[in-house]
């Protein structure tokens, strides 16, 4: 299985929302898949690191490290098999 990560308009997203299987425009889903960022193979969980960065840390801490480890979880990890 592939995963990949694509990038849709607002406009797209919510048009995407409301459609359905037979209204769908594939043209602009297949651009989509077209240009997406296929994900490694074996990746780990991808996060939003930015968000948990705090302005007032300034070396890698064990707070850093809890605040990574408890992040929420965007996409999860590919298990290698």
Do not use: C, W
Not at 24 to 48: C, E, N, Q, V
Not at 49 to 60: C, G, Q, R, S, Y
């Amino acid at each position: 299985m592939r995963e990949i990560v694509i990038k849709l308009s607002d406009e797209e997203y919510e048009a995407l929302q409301r459609a359905s299987y037979y209204s769908f425009d594939k043209y602009t889903a297949y651009i989509a898949m077209k240009s997406g960022t296929p994900l490694p193979k074996g990746h780990g969980r991808l996060i939003d690191a930015d968000d948990l960065l705090d302005a007032n840390i300034d070396t890698f801490s064990q707070q850093t490290e809890l605040k990574i480890k408890f992040a929420p979880t965007i996409i999860e990890a590919d298990k290698e098999e």
